[in-house]
């Protein structure tokens, strides 16, 4: 074995160990379960190395640098059709193993303190190993199968964790709606791994994107589109996004890990994998953007009128993920890459964030209960909040850095994300197909802007600023002020450093023209561009830099426009009497977002209550009556055949001889006759 | 120095039979088990650790052409090694927990091993016979090792009896051979090969002689009687090792020596690989005994196995070494698991009746269980699905789509029997409270190796599968054009 294939295997098989030494040793030992610093340990050790190694690759490795192909084994060998477990090293699945590797440490560090009391600690991080195994599996496989199978493992890990505490059935509940929206759109994947297959003959990457031409353009449309679907569910766009604000369920970290850092990437990452395939058919790139556009501006009116602090984030990362998903159909894969980066950063920043203000609020509640006091309420509402940043110095500053990140505000990072996504929408506006589309897209875009810079705001002024409003809604918590304390140095470590990254991350990706305004020729200082320009298909930005100027600015203005306008509504912390006179001025629009579109409803009704319906009715009574009448017979049949035949078997040994020589004269005519 | 070469082609097994004789002494002057279990440890690793070696080796003949080494008769070895190494480390724990370990335990069981690689390995009608006795003799006294236990001495008298029935048989068809082509070696005789009497009724007995020690059905009669007299590891023994063995000799006969076109014995094997499974899954669905049940199993194991033989290509054989190595690995796990239930106090832990609740009380050995039962059952991505496919895929490509049919039939009802075990354990209440015995270090560790390999061959099967396609790739051509 070479270097590359030590290298590569342990950054899979690491995690994959901790999964089996943790998981295995905790389902058999009670009393390795309560050695929590030990598992802590190995569970980030595992996490870390892998890191560390992806890091050392990431500095040997070029721009130009040809991708590094490691196979380990040939997994299924059926006649033409092989499929290896094989992994593929080149810019791209190096900067997401850096991801899912770097903020996955991170986050790995952070559960250790905020998971420390719960029962079922050895299980978490089982589990998040699992999912760190599948997810690098996702981001590294050479073949769409091996994909496929970290994109299910990743989809298993989702729903084990959106259910960890699985005695509350709300939780449960979640977890199955998580996994049956994803369902839906592995169907589709898989439709178009089968139609990849007929075309191409095989499902490696490499020869997929060299063998295009052999695809009828038909076919090509088909493929790109089921992809997309098959997109839609892991990444949570319309119409298959409403799982994941119910998935805000799991524990905080889990939000913070694999609903808004990574799993929901994925959609992205694989779209910008096959970016070659998807240039070629404008029209699902135009659906892709449309989808994008829409899954924004929705989530982000819904984000306006949510309470609880991990729903607004839940919109806000649907939100941020229909960015990504505008920025692939106006062929900015680079630029939907850079702000799945930045994303990770600040959105992982956030969630972390609010699991410190829960886990602070939850000690309010215990506090008061060890004094006696029968208080219940709920920790995660940010209307008993509020006045936190005096009590939670680390939490709010950093919660504070990832708000000015993902508003916009330069030179954050979702700054220069978000801003060339914007730029390259408008681009797409000049791109020879549905030009007037992607310009109200571009419109969109903008909207949207001002909303997530404005709610993020609502949400951090709610939270830490004015008073603690806990003592006045509820009488008999008052002095509850007492026990808010900030979290322990596991948590707020991790939070810091995040925030470095937030504040950083944006210089990945500094805009050419603003640097060539002034030396008038071609510079290179996008450093992301330079990086996954071999890999990806984007689109020439063809803007000139007055244009680019212009909507830069516009973007900053935006921006600006939504902080301070969130400032005058909910500076001093006075969220429900802003939130009220906001529903007065929108009226029916406010109450339509406020019940989400209904669009849980619409599901309801359209979908699942038919079903259930009709398989009470009809098909359950097939079931029991048919169905299982049919196996019923047939089981019955065998065991009786069975009960009958045990009879030969006398015990007798002369009749045993008698068998024997009965078989003799059966293989013997057989033969001879 | 050509003695040196022929000693070096059967080293694993010298090696084996050696520490056989050694134990024995050993035993009779010191009685130390623990000298004696080590030794047999030792010589069974470094056989297969030899005969592994030797798969990637050279192909060829050795002590004037009565055996053959390399190939499949390598592959052949290191499965029978791989069950015996496998079955000795788990029987140690469980021997002296039932109170019966005794050093000839560890002798019988090597000079059966070397009797078996004897057998796998053999090139001549002779050395079949003396590698089918070595090792049968020594499974009879096996089967009864525990001394004054009635069913075990029921179990030892009724082997002994139907296999000397049975060996009269072989011998005839060996002689009746002899007697029709003049000589004993498998190829000669395959150049000698025609469709006179004589012949046909030589492999008629010759194959009745094995089906008998791969109870094939309605030569199966003894199996469940032996398997569940028997010490439960020394089933596993019986049930993995032996019934490999001779399988890959009945494979080497079939393939060397007699020519399919001289005698329809395809039409023969299809016909016991049909009564097998049906008969073999049937009678295992109303067992309650798990012992029994897995006899009922290993017969309905032997008719997919035939299935392949009948395909008679090389892609079938190859499928039936793959299934035999796989079988190997869940069986000796199953078996143990049972064993280590069986010693529990209180309970006739032989019943799967009994089995309720077990899961959770402990649970590394509920999950191993379910990992064995459900690789037996063929799901993936456990080892017993790659196997099964394998032979269900050559049985189709050989145009045998009736017996691919049964197969697939079989099997699903085989879910039943294989799934009730776990049902009784995960989903029914324990009835009293039973405590268990921690089982040791040795035993847990060799059952998760077990289940790691049904898993791992399960998962990356390919590279075992090139290299037992390629025993039968150029140098097989060759074997069918030359002769």
């Not at chain 1, 408008?426 to 001002?450: D, R, S």
């Not at chain 1, 330079?530 to 100027?549: I, P, Q």
């Not at chain 2, 390995?121 to 499974?139: D, K, P, R, V, Y």
């Not at chain 2, 032989?350 to 459900?374: A, C, E, H, Q, R």
């Amino acid at each position: 074995m070479d270097s590359a294939t030590t290298l590569t295997s342990l950054i899979i098989a690491l995690p994959l160990l901790g999964f089996l030494v943790n998981g295995l040793l905790g389902l058999s030992s009670k009393s390795f379960r309560q050695r929590k610093a030990l598992i802590g340990t190995i569970a980030n050790l595992t996490v870390f190395i892998p890191f560390a190694i992806a890091v050392y690759f990431f500095i040997n490795m070029g721009q130009d640098s040809a991708p590094i192909f490691v196979e380990l084994f040939t997994w299924i060998e059926v006649g033409s059709f092989s499929v290896d477990i094989a992994y593929q090293l080149d810019q791209l699945s190096i900067l997401m193993t850096l991801v899912v590797t770097g903020v996955g440490f991170l986050i790995h560090m952070y559960s250790v303190g905020y998971m420390w009391e719960d029962e079922g600690y050895w299980k978490f991080f089982a589990y998040l190993n699992l999912f760190i195994f599948a997810m690098l599996n996702l981001v590294m496989a050479d073949n769409l199968l091996l994909l496929f199978l970290g994109w299910e493992g990743v989809g298993l890990c989702s729903y084990l964790l959106i259910g960890f505490w699985y005695t509350d059935m709300a939780n449960s509940a979640a977890g199955s709606k998580a996994f049956w929206y994803n369902r839906v759109g592995d169907f589709a994947f898989l439709v178009a791994m089968f139609l990849t297959f007929q075309h191409v003959g095989s499902l490696d990457f490499d020869i997929i994107l060299s063998s295009l031409e052999a695809i009828p353009a038909d076919d090509k449309f088909w493929i790109a589109f089921l992809m997309f679907i098959g997109a839609t569910g892991k990444s949570a766009q319309i119409p298959l996004f409403v799982w994941l604000p119910d998935a805000m369920a799991g524990p905080t970290s889990v939000s913070a890990l694999i609903h808004a850092a990574t799993m929901v990437t994925s959609g992205i990452y694989l779209i910008s994998r096959m970016s070659a395939m998807f240039v070629m058919s404008p029209e699902v790139m135009m659906i892709i953007a449309v989808i994008g556009a829409l899954t924004a501006i929705v989530a982000a009116t819904i984000a306006l009128t949510q309470n609880d602090i991990k729903r607004v984030l839940a919109y806000s990362t649907v939100s941020q993920l229909g960015y990504m998903f505008l920025a692939l159909g106006s062929g900015a894969f680079t630029a939907a890459m850079f702000h799945v980066v930045t994303h990770a950063f600040f959105k992982a920043l956030l969630f972390l964030g609010s699991g410190s203000v829960i886990h602070a609020m939850e000690h309010v509640e215990h506090g008061l209960h060890e004094e006696g006091k029968d208080v219940h309420f709920d920790p995660q509402d940010m209307r008993f909040m509020g006045g936190l940043k005096e009590y939670m110095p680390s939490t709010y500053k950093t919660f504070l850095i990832a708000t000015i990140a993902i508003a916009g505000i330069p030179p954050l990072a979702g700054f220069f994300s978000k801003d060339e996504i914007l730029a390259f929408t408008f681009n797409a506006g000049f791109a020879g197909f549905a030009e007037p589309l992607y310009m109200v897209l571009w419109g969109v875009g903008i909207v949207t802007a001002f909303l997530t810079a404005f709610y993020m705001f609502r949400l951090t002024f709610g939270t830490f600023n004015g008073e603690f409003k806990l003592p006045e809604k509820i009488s008999e918590a008052a002095g509850a002020e007492k026990h808010l304390h900030e979290s322990p140095k596991s948590m707020t470590i991790p939070l810091w450093t995040l925030g470095g990254l937030s504040v950083v991350g944006g210089f990945l990706g500094v805009p050419n023209f603003l640097l060539s305004t002034f030396t008038h020729q071609e510079e290179h200082i996008n450093l992301l561009h330079n990086w996954l320009y071999n890999v990806t298909a984007d689109y020439e930005l063809g803007l000139s830099h007055s244009v680019e100027w212009i909507l830069m600015t516009v973007s900053i203005f935006v921006a600006v426009g939504g902080v301070y306008t969130a400032y005058r509504m909910y500076g001093s912390g006075a969220t429900e009497e802003s939130d009220a006179k906001l529903a007065d001025r929108f009226g029916v629009f406010y109450e339509t977002w406020k019940e989400k579109y209904s669009l849980d409803e619409f599901y309801e009704g359209l979908v699942v209550h038919p079903i259930v319906r009709w398989s009470d009715k009809g098909l359950a009574k097939f079931d029991m009556k048919i169905v299982d009448g049919v196996v019923n017979t047939v089981g019955g049949v065998v065991r009786l055949f069975g009960s009958v035949f045990r009879y030969v078997q006398t015990g007798v040994t002369s009749s045993y001889a008698l068998a024997l020589v009965l078989g003799v004269i059966l293989v013997l005519s057989m033969l001879i006759l | 120095m050509d003695y040196l070469h022929d000693i070096n082609a059967f080293l694993p097994g010298v090696i084996v039979a050696l520490a056989g004789l050694v134990t024995i002494t050993i035993d009779a002057y010191k009685n130390d088990h623990g000298s004696i279990y080590g030794l047999t440890v030792f010589s069974l690793l470094a056989g297969l650790i030899l005969s592994v070696m030797d798969m990637f080796g050279p192909v060829g003949e050795a002590f004037t052409g009565m055996i053959t080494y390399g190939g499949v008769s390598a592959f052949g070895s290191s499965v029978v090694l791989f069950g015996a190494l496998f079955c000795v480390l788990i029987s140690r724990e469980y021997l002296s927990a039932i109170d019966h370990e005794y050093g000839e335990v560890y002798s019988l069981l090597l000079i059966a091993t070397a009797g078996m690689l004897g057998l796998v390995s053999a090139n001549n009608l002779i050395m079949i016979f003396i590698g089918i006795e070595t090792m049968s003799i020594c499974l009879y006294v096996l089967a009864g090792i525990i001394k004054g236990q009635k069913i075990g001495a029921e179990a030892s008298l009724k082997y002994f009896l139907l296999g000397a029935f049975s060996t009269g048989f072989l011998l005839y068809g060996m002689a009746l051979l002899y007697g029709a082509t003049g000589s004993l070696y498998l190829t000669e005789i395959a150049e000698g090969a025609s469709s006179d009497l004589l012949f046909i009724a030589g492999a008629a007995l010759l194959l009745v002689g094995f089906f008998f020690k791969v109870s094939a059905v309605p030569f199966h009669m003894w199996t469940p009687d032996v398997y569940q007299g028997t010490p439960t590891t020394i089933t596993a023994y019986m049930a993995t090792a032996s019934k490999s063995a001779a399988f890959v000799a009945l494979l080497i006969v079939l393939s060397k020596m007699i020519p399919a076109e001289t005698a329809n014995w395809a039409g023969v094997i299809e016909v016991i690989a049909i009564l097998t499974m049906v008969m073999g899954n049937l009678i295992a669905i109303v067992q309650d005994n798990i012992k029994r049940m897995l006899a009922y199993s290993s017969i309905a194991h032997a008719g997919y196995l035939l299935v392949g033989l009948a395909a008679g290509t090389p892609e079938g054989y190859s499928a039936v070494l793959f299934y035999l190595f796989a079988y190997t690995i869940m069986n000796i796990g199953a078996f143990g698991v049972v064993a280590y239930y069986e010693r529990q106090q209180g309970l006739d832990f032989t019943d799967i009746n009994n089995y309720v609740g077990l899961g959770f009380k402990k649970p590394l050995m509920g999950v191993l269980l379910s990992f064995f039962l459900f690789s037996l059952v063929g799901i993936p991505p456990f080892v017993g699905f790659v196997g099964k496919y394998l032979i269900f895929a050559a049985a189709i490509n050989a145009g045998y789509i009736a017996l691919a049919v049964i197969l697939a039939l079989a099997s699903a009802a085989s879910v039943y029997y294989y799934l009730r075990p776990m049902v009784y354990m995960y989903f029914k209440d324990p009835h009293k409270d039973v405590p268990l015995v921690r089982s040791g270090i040795v035993f847990r560790s060799t059952l998760v190796v077990l289940a790691a390999l049904t898993l791992y061959f399960g998962i990356a099967f390919g590279d075992l599968h090139n290299l037992l396609s390629s025993f039968y790739t150029a140098d097989w051509v060759t074997h069918l054009v030359g002769q």
